[in-house]
């Protein structure tokens, strides 16, 4: 033992007391007049007055131990009076009855004190019951779901569906759903959150029964309690699955007594008095000093003092200590006497004085206790800590935050505390995050905002389709604007202490200065932070294991800041290394091992698989040897995973672990509390390390490496030494020899990474509900003031209901706007923004720097690439409108990189995993949608673009081709016919579910990509069939698949019988449609592109191409444009989820492929497609007049259509047709009108032997070799595009030949 302050090292052993000889020789070191006078000063009674002073004994070390006893004592029988307590039954130490008194699949704490719902409505009551007197116990709200606490009694039966307050002689409350139960429910209390403490009373002389929250009052709940014989009532709870909660019978000081009313558990009173009287005597060594020289005592400050080696003073701590020391082991006593000393200590003063004397007291309990005893008095104290800092009220200077984030600070920057904390409790026993977060108030009242923002404020908008609405501001409003802000500004500055406060944690625990006599503690942070993260990952979906995700984003900011910091200031003294703001992961880290990414998924499958499959490019590139006894045992791993009987599994030694695998360890039976963490549940670490060679490498030898666990690790394993590199062991060739920091930081850094995408960014979306409530209720508000000066003067009841409305809207929005400038500051501040976009800079340099190492890019973990899509999306989407993705530095040269990155790697073949790759491709949809983003794309470099178009035209099937489909789309939506629109007009006055989807902004088209796509349709003979055809057919299954969908619904509305229809088939119906209007614009934006591919029948498949497409525009105008037809009637309809299908968006999107095909083509071309459409037997002119609102004529017999109908006309929508384009859509009908008729003058009958047997519309024209069937040549030409074999026969097709029936006849004429 050593004090660090003092100066000089003491031996524990030399201070402990011995004989009496001894005892004597000793106290002749100071006058012993003087010596009495300090003991009597420091062991002074409470009784004892200033009268005493004269009259008193005599003390020194000889009769100081029987001075102490006569201090200590307590009275037996006031004692033993105490613990029998009149109106309680069962053990003196009240748990939760884990043994017999619950019901359903509940998870209990090790203290038996907290407990998670694992089942529907489990149910558990408490060891102890009363059935006299007032009692009270509280309950700390970890989550704020559906609960149910209060009383029951041992005769309750509960199930799955019924818990404690829904039978008789059960009472509960409920925050959730703010009610009280007791078989019947009733309005009651208010709102839970989690943090908030409630107190449950029963008055048992009265008979009543009360709650409190957070200390208020809530209420007399429930009146005339049975009670009697046989009548005792249980603290007992019904809770939901993953809800959870922490129960304080008394074990721990109650944070809101009630006078009157007992715990169910009585305080140690004894232990209590005992280390009351033994603190006294420790403050006032603290506060007196011997003076031997004048023979006098000193008063000094507590902070002034300091342990210089005095042995008087030493042996006065001695006899402290000597009772103090068991005492210090209660939980009671450590959070009611010296917690409430030590924050006495951090409220006094300032921070350095206070930390000096929280560093005196934690050197003298490690000098005079025993390890063991500080060991536990520390965990104690940390755990009363947290659970004060957790479930402390929010008010407006977070004070209270502030105190005990201080003390948390002073303790873990005494060193040998802090490494025994990292390394037994921070992470293994609490739930340490807890410090890093900020309780958000949803109670506004309560949290003191009202006086910190005292003028609320919110943007007035109201956007409109195709413009916006803008408002001058008065006056009033930007003064009310001005005043608010200032609000939020005030807030933000009390917010910033606290975190400023957690950034200090961060830093002491990332210290790696420290290594004096043991390891630093950045090492050992390293170490349990990825075991943490390991949890985290490996836990998703079963949430009492995960830490909550509004912890986590906390986490995340206060670890950037801290990994900056320390990256920043080894940069300065280290200047051939980099700024953090050039920080990335390097890729060795991803293969070389020494990194565990648990089972994460990696870019190109399973490791397992990636190191047998790329060991020479390890090899070749990265000079990497995997151990083959590791290959050997990966391989069997994954064929023996499902098959592998525990035990075995149990034995598998270390050396025979896959490269960053995991060896699974036994689950304990106890899962932790809401407030502790979790004890020794984490898998093991694996880890690769170089047997550290004994001179440099040269470039030729490779390195063969071995497995270690984290556990195992060193410092030399991480930072490297002379000749190892440590984690960026097996540096590519593409990668710079200067290193970037320090090792221990990239790993600090590749978790901060997979932090964001475990649980942060879902989180930071749900924030934004506040903002969108805000939104909500800004629009009711207005809407019912507009309504209140359009409502006349004499319908009072109308203007009383409006006003009514009014003033709930206006304060609902008071609360609301005051949320939402805590989320702005906590959540949503500039400096939390440029947090997500340092990540997200990160994220892309390591991607870029992964993807220059060819083949091993495939290592690199999935999540990289999530978290560069996602922390983009929060940027634009989250942090606005306050703040603007715009104002950040480099913002255009980022979203250049990202846009290339996309491009690049939406079809990489090195990329396997299904779901990062539709990953890719929806963001890359999402990209092309907004003009900043779109222009990022064409700034990329042009061999980057014309490989993506490229990409984009590959044929569609045997992939996921709607994204592609939806990315062609938007470059052309803007230049298609009628095609300028943000929202269908028919939907116009529905509002959208969010106005912020990619679908619903502003058409912004690219001619750059449009034109790359249209030269690479000319460049090669087989990419524009290929690409057509394939988009083609994916027209004809989805049109025909939302055919057959309309009629299944149609005829399911006619029943008489009352049916439904599934909400899913809606959806899909609806997709499908959707599916064939946007195949439609890609045919239209080919042919206005590169009108040749279907009309310069030169081509080989021009011909084939037109006529597919004439056949499906016939089918489409025909489904669509009949009157009175199937899908008239399922537009009419209007059923949710089909609000898309209209006649609209199909019959423009066919519009402007035939008036491309007709109007604007050459005099060749028109011609052409004029006879393909009218040689199809599905044309009918009449389609073609609808468009203009020409009706068909009814057929005679039928009954005249109603005069009142409304025909479908695109003269209708003159605010999206342009009167150009509608004279186009004049011109093509007369021209067809013309052409039809003289076709049907010069077309002469043909026989049904001569038509095509396939789709009897067309004569016979081809005969196949070497079979001889006969078909017409647009059925085999489209046949040959997917199929070689014959319609028939099956036989393979050879070649096809034309046939002419005349020339066959008289060729047998002749040769007969």
Same mark, same amino acid.
């Given at each position: 033992m050593a004090s660090k302050e003092g100066g000089m090292a003491f031996s524990r052993k030399s201070y402990k007391l011995t004989s009496d000889a001894e005892r004597s020789r000793v106290t002749g070191i100071v006058h012993e007049k003087l010596l009495s006078d300090y003991l009597h000063r420091v062991f002074a009674s409470p009784d004892q007055g200033p009268a005493a002073a004269t009259s008193r004994k005599p003390l020194n070390f000889q009769n100081l131990p029987e001075h102490l006893d006569q201090l200590l004592h307590v009275d037996k029988e006031e004692e033993e009076s105490r613990e029998q307590v009149e109106g309680r039954l069962g053990p003196s130490t009240v748990v939760l009855d884990h043994t017999g008194g619950f019901e359903g699949l509940l998870l209990v704490d090790d203290d038996l004190l907290g407990v998670i719902g694992h089942s529907n409505f489990g149910t558990i009551r408490s060891t102890t019951c009363v059935y006299k007197g007032k009692w009270i116990y509280e309950v700390l709200i970890s989550?704020?779901?559906?609960?149910? *606490?209060? +009383?029951?009694?041992?005769?309750?039966?509960?199930?799955?569906?019924?818990?404690?307050?829904?039978?008789?002689?059960?009472?509960?409350?409920?925050?959730?759903?703010? %009610?009280?139960?007791?078989?019947?429910?009733?309005? !009651?209390?208010?709102?839970?959150?989690?943090?908030? $403490?409630?107190?449950?009373?029963?008055?048992?002389?009265?008979?009543?029964?009360?709650?409190?929250?957070?200390?208020?009052?809530?209420?007399?709940? @429930?009146?005339?309690?049975?009670?009697?014989?046989?009548?005792?009532?249980?603290?007992?709870?019904?809770?939901?699955?993953?809800?959870?909660?922490?129960?304080?019978?008394?074990?721990?000081?109650?944070?809101?007594?009630?006078?009157?009313? %007992?715990?169910?558990?009585?305080?140690?009173?004894?232990?209590?008095?005992?280390?009351?009287?033994?603190?006294?005597?420790?403050?006032?060594?603290?506060?007196?000093?011997?003076?031997?020289?004048?023979?006098?005592?000193?008063?000094?400050?507590?902070?002034? +003092?300091?342990?210089?080696?005095?042995?008087?003073?030493?042996?006065?701590?001695?006899?402290?200590?000597?009772?103090?020391?068991?005492?210090?082991?209660?939980?009671?006593?450590?959070?009611?006497?010296?917690?409430?000393?030590?924050?006495?200590?951090?409220?006094?003063?300032?921070?350095?004085?206070?930390?000096?004397?929280?560093?005196?007291?934690?050197?003298?309990?490690?000098?005079?206790?025993?390890?063991?005893?500080?060991?536990?008095?520390?965990?104690?104290?940390?755990?009363?800590?947290?659970?004060?800092?957790?479930?402390?009220? *929010?008010?407006?200077?977070?004070?209270?935050?502030?105190? !005990?984030?201080?003390?948390?600070?002073?303790?873990?920057?005494?060193?040998?505390?802090?490494?025994?904390?990292?390394?037994? &409790? /921070?992470?293994?026993?609490?739930?340490?995050?807890?410090?890093?977060? $900020?309780?958000?108030? /949803?109670?506004?009242?309560?949290?003191?905002?009202?006086?910190?923002?005292?003028?609320?404020? +919110?943007?007035?908008?109201?956007?409109?389709?195709?413009?916006?609405?803008?408002?001058?501001?008065?006056?009033?409003?930007?003064?009310?604007?001005?005043? !608010?802000?200032?609000?939020?500004?005030?807030?933000?500055?009390?917010?910033?202490?606290?975190?400023?406060?957690? &950034?200090? *944690?961060?830093?002491?625990?990332?210290?790696?200065?420290?290594?004096?006599?043991?390891?630093?503690?950045? !090492? *050992?942070?390293?170490?349990? @932070? %990825?075991?943490?993260?390991?949890?985290?990952?490996?836990?998703?979906?079963?949430?009492?294991?995960?830490?909550?995700?509004?912890?986590?984003?906390?986490?995340?900011?206060r670890l950037i800041s801290a990994l900056r910091f320390y990256w920043d200031e080894y940069k300065a003294s280290n200047p051939r290394t980099s700024f953090s703001e050039e920080a990335y992961v390097p890729p060795q880290i991803f293969y070389n091992g020494k990194v565990d990414y648990f089972d994460l998924q990696r870019l190109g499958g399973l490791l397992s698989h990636l190191r047998k499959t790329l060991k020479d490019d390890l090899a070749s590139k990265a000079n990497i040897l995997i151990d083959p006894l590791e290959l050997q045992a990966t391989t069997m791993d994954d064929l023996d995973e499902d098959e592998e009987p525990a035990p075995a599994a149990a034995q598998r030694p270390m050396q025979a672990l896959a490269v960053g695998g995991a060896l699974p360890l036994p689950r304990p039976g106890w899962l932790s509390s809401p407030t502790l963490g979790r004890a020794n549940r984490f898998l093991s670490t694996a880890a690769v390390s170089l047997m550290t060679p004994r001179r440099p490498l040269s470039a030729s030898e490779k390195v063969k490496v071995r497995t270690l666990s984290a556990e195992q690790r060193t410092r030399e394993d991480i930072e490297g030494s002379q000749w190892n590199e440590g984690l960026l062991v097996g540096r590519p060739p593409e990668e710079p020899e200067q290193p970037l920091t320090e090792n221990s930081l990239l790993e600090v850094l590749d978790g901060a990474v997979m932090m964001y995408n475990l649980s942060v960014h879902q989180q930071l979306g749900k924030m934004v509900g506040v903002s969108d409530d805000v939104n909500e209720y800004a629009m009711a508000l207005r809407d019912t003031e507009d309504k209140l000066r359009r409502c006349p003067k004499r319908r009072k009841d109308i203007l009383a209901e409006l006003s009514k409305s009014q003033k709930v809207f206006s304060e609902k929005l008071d609360h609301l706007s005051r949320r939402l400038a805590w989320v702005h500051a906590a959540v949503y501040s500039q400096e939390k923004m440029q947090d997500i976009y340092w990540l997200l800079r990160v994220c892309l340099r390591t991607i870029e720097h992964g993807d220059r190492t060819g083949s091993l890019f495939a290592f690199m973990p999935e999540f990289y690439l999530s978290v560069a899509i996602n922390s983009y999306s929060a940027l634009k989407n989250y942090f606005g409108p306050v703040h603007s993705m715009e104002e950040l530095p480099g913002y255009e040269e980022t979203l250049t990189r990202l846009a290339a990155i996309l491009a690049k790697h939406f079809a990489d073949t090195r990329i396997v995993g299904t779901d990062i790759r539709d990953s890719l491709m929806q963001a890359l949809a999402s990209y092309v949608c907004y003009p900043n983003s779109l222009r990022a794309v064409e700034r990329i470099p042009e061999e980057q673009r014309i490989a993506m178009v490229r990409n984009l035209l590959a044929p569609y099937e045997q992939r996921p081709w709607a994204q592609t489909n939806w990315i062609l789309v938007r470059l052309w939506r803007g230049c298609g016919f009628g095609y300028r629109y943000t929202r269908l007009p028919h939907l116009l006055k529905t509002k959208p579910e969010d106005a912020n989807l990619p679908s619903l902004q502003k058409p912004c088209p690219s001619t750059l990509l449009q034109q790359h796509m249209a030269d690479l349709l000319r460049e090669g003979p087989d990419v524009a069939p290929s690409f057509l055809n394939s988009v083609l057919n994916q027209l004809n299954w989805a049109f025909s698949e939302f055919i057959g969908m309309i009629q299944e619904i149609q005829q399911a509305a006619e029943r008489l019988e009352r049916n439904y229809v599934d909400s899913r088939q809606l959806k899909v119906c609806a997709t499908c449609f959707d599916l064939s209007v946007s195949l439609l614009r890609v045919l239209e934006m080919t042919i206005t592109l590169v009108p040749e591919i279907f009309l310069d029948w030169a081509r080989p498949t021009s011909e084939m191409l037109l006529r597919r497409l004439a056949q499906l525009l016939n089918q489409v105008l025909n489904r669509v444009t009949a009157e009175r037809n199937l899908f008239d009637r399922v537009v009419t309809l209007r059923l949710p989820g089909l609000e898309s299908v209209d006649h609209y968006p199909i019959l423009v999107a066919v519009t402007g492929i035939l008036v491309r095909l007709l109007v604007h083509g050459p005099a060749s071309g028109t011609e052409r497609a004029t006879s393909v459409l009218l040689a199809d037997p599905c044309f009918q002119l009449r389609s073609i007049s609808y468009l203009l609102g020409q009706p068909e004529p009814p057929a005679p017999g039928t009954a005249l259509p109603a005069p009142d109908r409304k025909h479908f006309s695109l003269q209708s929508y003159t605010d999206y047709i342009s009167v150009e384009e509608l004279g186009q859509v004049e011109q093509m009908l007369a021209h067809l009108t013309s052409a039809s008729a003289q076709v049907a003058a010069a077309s002469l009958p043909t026989s049904e032997e001569d038509l095509c047997p396939i789709c009897y519309a067309h004569p016979i024209s081809a005969v196949f070799q070497p079979c001889g069937h006969k078909s017409c040549k647009a059925c085999i030409d489209q046949h040959l595009m997917n199929n070689k074999d014959c319609f028939f026969c099956k036989a393979t097709i050879v070649s096809v030949e034309d046939w002419d029936k005349a020339a066959h006849a008289s060729a047998t004429s002749s040769a007969a």
């Open positions: 989550s704020q779901g559906l609960m149910q *606490i209060g +009383w029951c009694t041992i005769n309750c039966r509960f199930n799955q569906e019924e818990g404690v307050g829904d039978t008789h002689n059960s009472y509960a409350y409920d925050g959730n759903r703010v %009610r009280k139960w007791n078989v019947t429910t009733t309005n !009651y209390g208010k709102a839970w959150a989690a943090g908030d $403490i409630v107190s449950c009373l029963i008055d048992l002389d009265e008979g009543t029964l009360s709650f409190s929250l957070n200390g208020v009052s809530l209420g007399t709940a @429930f009146e005339n309690l049975s009670r009697g014989l046989g009548m005792a009532y249980f603290p007992a709870i019904s809770l939901s699955f993953k809800e959870s909660v922490a129960f304080n019978f008394g074990s721990r000081p109650l944070r809101y007594p009630v006078a009157g009313y %007992r715990p169910l558990q009585d305080p140690p009173s004894a232990s209590l008095v005992r280390a009351q009287r033994l603190l006294g005597c420790f403050r006032a060594v603290l506060s007196v000093e011997l003076d031997p020289v004048e023979g006098r005592l000193v008063e000094k400050k507590s902070s002034e +003092w300091q342990l210089q080696g005095q042995p008087t003073i030493l042996l006065t701590l001695a006899h402290i200590f000597h009772h103090f020391a068991s005492l210090l082991c209660e939980v009671y006593v450590v959070e009611a006497v010296l917690m409430s000393f030590l924050l006495g200590v951090v409220e006094a003063g300032p921070p350095e004085q206070a930390q000096t004397v929280v560093h005196h007291v934690l050197d003298l309990l490690w000098l005079f206790m025993e390890d063991y005893e500080v060991q536990d008095c520390l965990k104690q104290l940390m755990m009363s800590l947290l659970r004060l800092y957790r479930f402390s009220p *929010i008010v407006p200077d977070l004070s209270l935050q502030i105190h !005990y984030l201080r003390l948390t600070i002073a303790i873990l920057s005494h060193e040998k505390s802090r490494k025994f904390l990292l390394s037994n &409790v /921070l992470f293994d026993v609490l739930r340490s995050i807890v410090f890093f977060y $900020i309780k958000s108030p /949803l109670r506004v009242e309560e949290a003191g905002l009202q006086e910190l923002i005292p003028t609320t404020w +919110w943007p007035h908008r109201s956007p409109r389709e195709g413009k916006e609405e803008v408002r001058e501001e008065t006056s009033e409003e930007r003064l009310r604007r001005r005043a !608010y802000e200032r609000g939020c500004q005030r807030l933000k500055k009390r917010i910033e202490v606290v975190e400023e406060l957690q &950034v200090q *944690i961060l830093k002491l625990l990332l210290n790696n200065k420290d290594d004096n006599g043991g390891e630093a503690s950045r !090492y *050992i942070f390293l170490t349990k @932070f %990825r075991k943490f993260l390991q949890e985290n990952a490996s836990g998703r979906g079963n949430t009492p294991m995960l830490c909550p995700p509004e912890y986590m984003v906390c986490f995340l900011h």
